[in-house]
């Protein structure tokens, strides 16, 4: 299957700063990639739609002065959590779609970003 | 009310049994995916149903699609301790974008 890196895969934080998480897709262009949000055994939580050249498309409650997702290449989104507290501390999840797979609905993973703030 | 439901949400079985994972749906979707997630890393896709009815096998795991493309089951096997992780139905709607998951099924396989 096609690699979706996202780095970093873990970073912990002061309360009041800002954290910035790429998602780079390597071996394909990605016109979309997806971010997630997932807590604690339970399933991933849909943030945003990232396009490339566009604004994000935030899903209903999720602030998007919070979370602030750049898109400025075929290959790179990036997600900046944006003075964050401790309540924001979760694994943050993106994903990315080739545009070639079946029917346009496989989605690739990167491998996560466990984000603290303290 | 979430869109997949996936059902069960916590097994924990012995090596060596057979199990069944279902997701289900009152919409029709034009694919479903299934995932298999361990901690601290990202969902791993395991295979994509796209056709009604369709049986797919991967080793000691097989994944059917309801004819109605509204529900999916993901059936192990003969269960080893490798299996244990947390397995995610996603698709996508017919006529929709995003991708959209179940709430999971964690699966624990004692040796």
């Known amino acids: 299957g096609a690699v979706v890196s996202q780095h970093p895969s873990w970073v912990i934080c002061k309360s009041g700063t800002s954290v910035k998480i790429e998602c780079r897709s390597l071996?394909?262009?990605?016109?979309?990639m997806f971010w997630y949000r997932q807590f604690p055994k339970q399933s991933l939580m849909l943030m945003a739609t990232?396009?490339?050249?566009?604004?994000?498309?935030?899903e209903q409650g999720v602030e998007k002065d919070k979370f602030l997702i750049n898109h400025a290449s075929l290959t790179l989104s990036t997600l900046t959590v944006t003075s964050a507290h401790p309540e924001d501390s979760s694994f943050y999840i993106c994903?990315?779609?080739?545009?070639?797979?079946?029917?346009?609905?496989?989605?690739?993973f990167g491998q996560g970003t466990r984000l603290t703030v303290v | 009310t979430q869109l997949l439901e996936q059902s069960p949400q916590f097994l924990s079985i012995q090596e060596g049994e057979n199990l069944t994972v279902y997701c289900n749906s009152s919409?029709?979707?034009?694919?479903l995916q299934w995932y298999r997630q361990e901690p601290g890393e990202g969902p791993v896709l395991l295979v994509t149903?796209?056709?009604?009815?369709e049986v797919k096998k991967l080793k000691r795991l097989t994944f059917q699609f309801g004819d109605a493309r509204k529900d999916s089951s993901l059936h192990i096997t003969a269960a080893q301790p490798g299996d244990t992780g947390l397995y995610l139905c996603?698709?996508?709607?017919?006529?929709?974008?995003?991708?959209?998951f179940g709430a999971g099924t964690r699966l624990f396989v004692k040796a």
């Open positions: 994903s990315a779609r080739t545009g070639l797979e079946v029917l346009n609905t496989e989605a690739f």
């Open positions: 071996d394909f262009q990605a016109t979309t």
């Open positions: 990232s396009n490339e050249g566009s604004k994000a498309t935030y």
């Open positions: 919409s029709v979707f034009s694919s």
């Open positions: 149903v796209v056709t009604g009815g």
């Open positions: 996603a698709g996508v709607r017919t006529g929709g974008f995003k991708t959209i």
